[in-house]
């Protein structure tokens, strides 16, 4: 297990273009044999044996000089889509740069008038029966046909036959999640090959040959099956696959871009939360190689929606003649106050989806400023799962049995299991982030919930007095420690739009009014 | 529907030839489409299971190979080679011959199911053009005339039930 | 002398005519049959690898690579990461389907053994001990008389275990392919041979580092396995003297289209394409207008280049290649933009679709040679036409698309005037032809 602590941070707007390879150099050392080297666009620059043309740019972040479709770092070479071509020297024929290992003293054009023909040919092609309905398309503005059509593209088009329609998939839902429009596809399979070898579901296929080649739910009946199909949409480099969720909502030039941490399972997959004046929009993975690789589940990626909930508590509440009132943050607190004084006993419960921060905050300054004894522990609450221990993968990828985001980190700062997941205390505070589950209380036990909640949630448990409102991930900085032991530290990406407040900012009031 | 017995013993068969379990896919599809006379989605389906295979192996490879016919399809599959050798030995009137007899055009199957008709690349028989094949034989260095004979000779035969065009086949031998 | 080379003599096809040519028995009695194999035998394989490199022995699918040399690309005894030993295979290409090619089925049905022999005597000199013949799917009657063989060759003892005592163990396979042109290509054909989609392969690895099943691999054409007999009886000098300088042998080639008598003829390399047109009984139909020397994919040559000799050099000099053999011969009566327009057709069928340019650029040049022919043409076209092609050829995983670009620039290049006509006046209506009814969009073959 891995000890490694970072900040989270954006890697490039563009998942089709990230890597993890990084700069290697020759051992020192009187016997070391130096690396091979190869020279790029004049630059000499030492790999790995084994290396192809393209990881050598890519250590050297040279690669995004070289425009790809077909090829993803993370998934088998195809080399069928010929952009990434480059010219070696003395080999007669342009290489693709994805497939063609670098030798030493190999010296490698990725720029030459030669390989800018080829581009531009390539492009000519594939623009040949591509619809051009950028105007409707959500992939615009994050498109590769539209970036390399830019940089590569022939200025005008000869194409004077008929285009080719798919007329039955201009608009095929492959699942609940994904529609698929093949007239912009241009046939990298990508996707076939990400169902094949990475989520190994098998669910996507390519039918047919040559010209007519058209991609399918591999069981129509069934659709799409896998649980990573937001995927699908990252990398597919035009709009032929699309994220139902996504479709029509908003231009993608509109959208804020800023790098957290999904909080909806143990591995804390890094994502992008793209937003318009804090409204977000979708969440996207970002590249990283020791936690998600380049993917994330769907689960995780629409769990924007749950923050976005319209029945989420974003005021302080309090419970009058069994309806829930807005109030002050001063009113709620200072009833809670009362209430802890008039109890024999009070539990303050930490879910396991609070940060490390957070959870530091519940055990060291809270109890001391409610000025009496208070048992702090910790719940879990999801699928079974009581302590980290019972976390559990759910697939060979990336889902995790534990649906809290920080296990660990809260386990880490010294606070115990709540025992049997149930809180006997006369009057029990539980804080967490929206994610935990809502542990057992005892009958007349009163009930202050403070952090992430849904009014709808609320409804189900007895005796709630007051309801606190918090910040979920997206809104706070903080850090998670993952089901693998690597904490990850984030930056507020949206600021909320309601009254909530930061946990500290509602224990500094508490001290304030103490 | 599920694989015959009898085609799962030709398979058995011919299973020790090759190392791995993939490679008896296509023949598999060929046993399925000679039987049959196509391959319908429920066949894929089990010959996934029979060989261990996720079904978009044998889908991506059955779309691949214009041999395999994935609806349905005449009982006689009559190809007529348009390819350069035959094109020029007159292709062009045996087309317009068979589609006069058949009441049908290239591509097209007969309201009774029984002839489907269409145009095939190359079948490697130029120095006999214009050439065409029948179900599994071939039929070479044709004239009009004898065309239409033949089409007489095969609707005589398929609607008395007999197997046509399948001469040099015997079902459960491999290949 | 009839064929002007005083050394020439049938390599494989001396008795084809003959009732019982395909039998056991006729190769036996009346060819040496498996005689080679015995003495291919008591050689090391490295020996016999060098008899074939000297006879000049070169491919004769279409590239034209030097046998020999291809047999010595061969590991000799290669392990897997744990250091066990892997199975070499040797592969015959009997996907015949390149446009006027026929010369393998000719073997498959009269003289399956010459073939046999030289796969086992192969298999002995690349150290392999399994052989697969990757027949086209069509083939159903031909394969089935290769099986045929194959079994009398195996009850004769020339398969199996220990063929003839001498410790050597070979098996041969017949596999069929079931309708893709790509398949002759010889990485699709190992993925097909796999239970795969046709596709052509990435190189690196090449065939003999990763081929059939992951294995090392060799893969011949029919022809070539054919010759292989003859050489190791005969002796290389003498194989290699019928020849010219750089390959040796004698050439199946398969005339067809406008003349009196198609057929497959064996012959030396050093008759010039107007020869083999006189062999195959002349013109029919009026006179010569083009010639496709080897294959639907080799550019044509106008009647004026035709004298130009069949060997691999002479015809990649003209401009062209010799290809698989396969001569197709037009009279005048033939539009060129029309019979180009059957080729192109034929290839926007049979691109298996992978790489961009090859997908996209067979079906542009079909759809844009269709509208010349309906009378939709402009000039632009004719220079648009290079241009597609300049962008295909040599840009893809295999030679598909460069193929696609012969018919298509030769016939520019060499027929403009009948481009122009047809643009000048309307396609074909306006020159007075109906359209050929199999180049109807609709009812196109499946």
Not at chain 1, 33 to 53: A, N, Q
Not at chain 3, 296 to 324: H, I
Request: hydrophobic fraction near 35%.
């Amino acid at each position: 297990m891995s000890n490694t602590e970072y900040v989270v941070k954006k890697t490039k707007d563009d998942l089709n273009y990230a890597s993890d390879k990084k700069p290697v150099q020759s051992p020192t050392g009187p016997d070391a044999k130096p690396l091979p080297k190869v020279t790029i666009d004049g630059k000499v620059y030492e790999f790995m044996p084994g290396d192809t043309i393209m990881q050598v740019a890519e250590r050297y972040k040279l690669h995004e000089e070289i425009p790809r479709y077909c090829y993803h770092p993370s998934m088998p070479i195809a080399g069928t889509c010929r952009m990434c071509t480059v010219e070696v020297e003395k080999a007669p024929k342009l290489m693709t740069s994805c497939s063609t290992p670098a030798g030493d003293g190999m010296v490698v054009h990725t720029r030459s008038e030669k390989v800018m023909k080829s581009r531009t040919g390539v492009m000519d092609f594939l623009l040949t029966n591509h619809p051009l309905d950028c105007p409707v398309c959500d992939k615009a503005g994050e498109c590769s046909l539209q970036d390399y059509n830019f940089e590569y593209g022939p200025a005008k088009s000869n194409f004077k036959e008929e285009k080719r329609v798919y007329e039955e998939a201009t608009t095929k839902a492959l699942s609940d999640k994904i529609t698929l429009n093949m007239n912009r596809c241009v046939h990298c399979e990508r996707c076939v090959r990400f169902t094949d070898d990475v989520t190994k579901t098998n669910d996507l296929v390519m039918v047919n040959r040559g010209w007519h080649k058209e991609l399918e739910a591999t069981d129509p009946t069934k659709g799409l099956t896998n649980d990573y199909q937001g995927c699908l949409t990252d990398f597919c480099p035009v709009g032929a696959l699309t994220m139902n969720d996504f479709r029509f909502q908003k231009r993608a030039w509109f959208l804020d871009k800023k790098p957290s941490v999904c909080d909806r399972c143990s591995k804390g997959c890094n994502i992008e939360v793209h937003s318009d004046q804090n409204i977000v929009y979708r969440y996207v993975p970002i590249h990283n190689e020791m936690v998600n690789g380049h993917w994330m589940c769907d689960e995780g990626r629409v769990s924007y929606n749950d923050l976005m909930d319209p029945m989420r508590v974003i005021a302080p509440l309090l419970k009058h003649n069994g309806t829930f009132h807005a109030t002050s943050y001063e009113t709620v607190l200072s009833e809670m106050i009362a209430h802890v004084n008039g109890a024999a006993s009070v539990d303050l419960v930490v879910g396991t989806d609070s940060t490390r921060e957070e959870a530091a905050l519940m055990k060291d300054k809270v109890p001391g400023l409610l000025g009496r004894t208070v048992k702090v522990s910790y719940y879990n609450g999801t699928h079974g799962v009581e302590t980290s221990k019972d976390d559990k993968p759910l697939d060979h990828l990336l889902r995790h049995r534990d649906h809290t985001a920080n296990t660990r980190g809260v386990e880490e700062q010294g606070i115990s299991v709540l025992a049997g997941g149930e809180a006997n205390a006369d009057v029990v505070i539980y804080f967490r982030n929206g994610r935990a589950g809502v542990p057992k209380f005892k009958a007349g036990t009163k009930v202050i919930l403070w952090g992430v909640w849904s009014l709808n949630e609320v409804k189900a448990i007895p005796n709630v007095v007051g309801i606190i409102p918090g910040l979920s991930t997206v809104e706070k900085a903080g850090s998670y420690k993952n089901v693998d032991g690597i904490v990850q530290k984030f930056h507020p990406a949206i600021q909320h739009k309601g009254t909530a407040v930061a946990a500290h900012d509602v224990v500094n009031l508490l001290a304030r009014m103490k | 529907m599920a694989i015959s017995e009898q085609i799962k013993n030709t398979i058995n068969g011919i299973r020790g030839q090759f190392p791995t379990e993939q490679a008896l896919l296509i023949p598999l599809l060929h046993e399925l489409q000679a039987t049959h006379g196509w391959i319908s989605i429920e066949q894929l389906k089990a010959a996934g299971e029979f060989l261990n295979l996720p079904l978009s192996k044998v889908r991506e490879v059955a779309s691949f190979y214009t041999m395999f016919k994935l609806e349905p399809w005449g009982k006689v599959d009559v190809q007529i080679c348009t390819n350069i050798s035959c094109w020029l030995n007159g292709a062009d009137k045996l087309v317009a011959c068979a589609e006069k007899k058949l009441g049908i055009h290239c591509g097209q199957t007969s309201s009774d199911g029984k002839f489907t008709l269409s145009q095939v690349e190359c079948l490697a028989a130029c120095g006999t053009a214009p050439a065409m094949m029948i179900n599994e034989d071939y039929h070479e260095s044709l004239t009009e005339a004898e065309l239409e004979k033949i089409l007489d000779k095969t609707k005589q035969e398929v609607d008395s039930g007999k197997v046509v065009g399948k001469s040099t086949r015997k079902d459960g031998v491999w290949p | 002398m009839m064929y002007k080379n005083e050394h020439y003599e049938a390599v494989i096809t001396p008795n084809v005519d003959k009732p019982g040519c395909e039998t056991l028995e006729f190769y036996k009695q009346n060819e040496k049959g498996y005689k080679a194999l015995e003495k291919a035998l008591k050689m090391k394989p490295a020996e016999v690898i060098d008899e074939v490199k000297k006879s000049n022995l070169r491919g004769r699918g279409g590239a034209g690579f030097p046998t020999g040399m291809k047999w010595s690309f061969m590991p000799a005894a290669p392990v897997d990461a744990k250091g066990n030993p892997k199975p070499k295979y040797l592969v015959c290409n009997a996907d015949e389907g390149e446009p006027g090619t026929f010369k393998d089925r000719l073997i498959f049905t009269k003289t399956p053994h010459r073939m046999i022999e030289g796969m086992i005597i192969g298999g002995h000199a690349i150290g392999s001990h399994v052989g697969y013949i990757y027949v086209r799917g069509e083939w159903h009657k031909e394969v089935r008389l290769m099986q045929k063989a194959i079994d009398d060759a195996k009850k004769a003892g020339y398969l199996g275990k220990n063929i003839l005592g001498s410790g050597f163990d070979f098996e041969l396979y017949c596999y069929k392919g079931a309708g893709a042109y790509i398949c002759g290509e010889e990485t699709a054909l190992l993925n097909s041979l796999e239970g795969k989609r046709g596709e052509p392969r990435l190189k690196p690895p090449f065939p003999a580092q990763v081929g059939a099943y992951g294995m090392p691999s060799c893969v011949n054409n029919v022809e070539t396995f054919a010759a292989v007999p003859y050489i190791i009886d005969q002796g290389w000098e003498k194989y290699a003297k019928m020849g010219t300088e750089r390959s040796g042998g004698t050439r199946l080639l398969g005339v067809s289209g406008h003349v009196n008598k198609p057929g497959v003829y064996e012959l030396p390399m050093n008759l010039s394409l107007l020869d083999v047109i006189e062999v195959a009984g002349g013109v029919k139909g009026g006179k010569l207008k083009a010639v496709i020397p080897g294959g639907a994919s080799a550019p044509m040559l106008t009647a004026a280049e035709c004298g130009v000799l069949t060997d691999y050099d002479s015809l990649a000099k003209a401009g062209t290649m010799a290809g698989s053999g396969g001569v197709i011969v037009m009279n005048d009566t033939v539009n060129i933009v029309e019979a180009t327009y059957t080729l192109l057709k034929f290839y926007e069928h049979e691109s298996c679709g992978q790489c961009s340019q090859c997908r996209e650029g067979s079906h542009w040049l079909a759809r844009m040679f269709k509208r010349i022919l309906d009378g939709g043409g402009t000039q632009d076209d004719l220079d648009y036409i290079a241009h597609i092609c300049s962008n295909m050829a040599g840009q893809t995983i295999c030679a598909f698309a460069d193929a696609v670009t012969g018919p298509a620039l030769s016939s520019v290049r060499k027929f403009r005037n009948e481009f122009e006509d047809l643009i000048r006046n309307g396609g074909l209506k306006g020159i007075g032809r109906t359209e050929s009814i199999s180049h109807r969009m609709e009812g196109a073959h499946v």
